[in-house]
């Protein structure tokens, strides 16, 4: 889900928490937001904590929406690129009247550049005469004939350099609703059980920051929420369910959770949550990252769990630590026999993560287990894998 974060893909507003959404937020204190990556990471990756109105509920598998502003610089320097004041009046979304500023801060996303608003920044009336060849180029990176060359333009850029790269084109404020995309929530999962952790939703985020054309950039909540959420800042939230992502009723049934980098937080909730409730059934965690002296997040508390009986497996793979990268499908696959023994004792399997590359490697590890463990078939472990989904024993939450 998005920025990488965590964030729940496919949640839903669960009605107890009905009373706070998307459109009317909870304006929440941030009341923890530390560091959680060590020295020589490259990665930053933050534990924040936002306290909630009495009331407010969730459970383990749901995320935290937060709504995001731009940065001020950026607004800043799109409205000088634009040649605008701020204070011109615009309608936004919903029809009400805003500041222009406001917009460009709240409203509209300014940051990663998408193909689509290029196609209508060029429809713009401004654009036919907008620096002869300029414009003649900017017509190269419309249409569907041109589809790659507007995605390689877009890569790493945003708002601001096709502002810079073909300037003159918006004439008036209120054209840019129709240009740029509705800035949207950004949703996290809950790293935290509220058995435990009554009167705050925590999450785990990394904070995305890069350079690309000359220009620092960052992500937009992320970046927010690891630069100008320090404690005692106010943030627009939301709570938000996730009914495909739970922890099985049955105290008792054994849980496999994979969750690399920030993929851990929901599983830091259903921890939390099975060791408030002394919950009998074994629990199994994959995690992995790059390094284990800087990237082993929640390793104390991780630890702590295993001595007092909550974790009874844990397995790591730093992908950086050896010259052989090993990553936690390699781990799953080390010990595929004992995996598919679990799965054969009704275990629940989690995933969550990236979905463009671990959760498929980590599905076909899956596969591979229970296929050796049947002695049977590829076709075989996955019609076990789909009964498996029926019953609701694999869950994902990837993004």
Known sequence: MSEVAGSAVGAEESPAESKYTRNNPYYSTVVTNYLLSGEGSEKETR???????????????????????????IVAE??????????????????????FEEALRSRLTIGKLARGAIGQYAKLPGAPGAGGRGYEHLKLLCGPDNKARAEEYCWGREFIDLLTDF??????????????QRLVPRLYSIASSQLE??????????????????????????????????????????????????????????????????????????????????ASGDNWLFFGDQHQASDFIYQEQLAAMQADGTLTRLDTAFSRDQAEKVYVQDRMREHAAELYAWLQRGAYFYVCGDASRMAKAVELALLDAIEEGTQGTLEQAAEYLAAMKKQKRYQRDVY
């Open 47 to 73: 534990h924040l904590a936002f306290a909630l109105e009495q009331g407010m509920t969730y459970a383990p598998g749901d995320a935290i929406g937060v709504l995001p502003e731009n940065r001020a610089g």
């Open 167 to 180: 300037p003159g084109v918006v004439k008036d404020p209120q054209e840019l609703f129709n240009v740029l």
């Open 197 to 278: 952790h009554k009167d705050t939703a925590e999450t785990t985020v990394r904070v995305v920051r890069y350079d690309t054309h000359g220009r620092d950039r960052q992500g937009v909540a992320s970046g927010q929420l690891g630069e100008r959420a320090q404690v005692g800042a106010v943030l627009p939230i939301f709570l938000t369910a996730n009914q495909n992502f739970k922890l099985p009723e049955d105290n008792s049934a054994p849980v496999i959770m994979v969750g690399p980098g920030t993929g851990i937080a929901p599983f830091r909730a259903f921890l939390e949550e099975r060791q408030a409730k002394g």
């Open 78 to 99: 799109v409205l000088a690129a634009l040649g605008f004041t701020g204070e011109e009046r615009v309608l936004d979304h919903y029809k009400m009247e805003i500041g």
